[in-house]
């Protein structure tokens, strides 16, 4: 059973920057396509950017491009999500999820129903 786990979070004045980590555990030798979604009270849970098995490809939303960095390290089993120039509308719990995949450099869709596997969130809050 593949288990994810988030940290990263926190409370940070806006313009500053965090980097979310994503561990993985229980993986087969299946390729796993891993992606970030986030999500306030009342809201869908909104998809912000996915990474391949192989890391190669990636996908950012449009209100992310720029600001968030999708990487991986398959040594480690970790996916990493670089925030830069947080903005106060980014404040939401931010989900991790793993979508089991046949083609290594498939990136995933940002799109929740997709993955099988989630994490239990982390918290991220831009105020001032």
């Known amino acids: 059973q593949l288990q994810l786990v988030e940290s990263g979070g926190g409370l940070v004045q806006p313009g500053g920057s965090l980097r979310l980590s994503c561990a993985a555990s229980?993986?087969?030798?299946?390729?796993?396509?891993i992606g970030w979604f986030r999500q306030t009270p009342g809201k869908e849970r909104e998809g912000v950017s996915c990474i391949s098995s192989s890391g190669s490809t990636t996908i950012y939303a449009d209100s992310v491009k720029g600001r968030f960095t999708i990487s991986r390290d398959n040594a480690k089993n970790t996916v990493y999500l670089q925030i830069n120039s947080l903005k106060p509308e980014d404040t939401a719990v931010y989900y991790c999820?793993?979508?089991?995949?046949?083609?290594?450099?498939?990136?995933?869709?940002?799109?929740?129903?997709?993955?099988?596997?989630w994490g239990q969130g982390t918290q991220v809050t831009v105020s001032s």
């Open positions: 229980g993986f087969t030798s299946d390729y796993y396509a």
């Open positions: 999820a793993a979508d089991r995949v046949v083609n290594p450099w498939y990136p995933g869709r940002l799109s929740a129903h997709e993955y099988d596997y």
